[in-house]
């Protein structure tokens, strides 16, 4: 999904396609060491090493709901 603000909307959807296609991933995987979001393509090594990923159910939007009252803590104990 690509916001309707960006000024060049074809061409980010385009690189978008681009970046999650399976040989980009396959590249990103084997030359970064990163985790593909692309699941039909292969870790690298590296990233296998650990086992296999299993995402976290935290909801980060419960996150986001505590966060002004987190920074008010932050300020209050001085933390930088």
Same mark, same amino acid.
């Given at each position: 999904?690509?916001?309707?603000?960006?000024?060049?909307?074809?061409?980010?959807?385009?690189?978008?396609?681009?970046?999650?296609?399976?040989?980009?991933?396959?590249?990103? /995987?084997? #030359?970064?060491? $990163?985790?593909?979001?692309?699941? =039909?393509? &292969? /870790?690298? #090594?590296?990233? $296998?090493?650990?086992?296999?990923? =299993?995402? &976290?159910?935290?909801?980060?939007? $419960?996150?986001?709901?505590?966060?002004?009252? &987190?920074?008010?803590?932050?300020? $209050?104990?001085?933390?930088?």
């Amino acid at each position: 999904m690509v916001i309707s603000l960006v000024p060049n909307h074809d061409n980010a959807v385009k690189l978008l396609k681009d970046f999650t296609s399976d040989s980009a991933q396959s590249c990103f /995987a084997n #030359s970064n060491n $990163e985790y593909r979001v692309v699941p =039909t393509v &292969a /870790a690298s #090594s590296v990233v $296998e090493g650990p086992g296999e990923f =299993t995402a &976290a159910t935290l909801n980060l939007n $419960e996150l986001g709901k505590r966060q002004a009252r &987190a920074q008010e803590i932050y300020n $209050e104990v001085g933390y930088k």
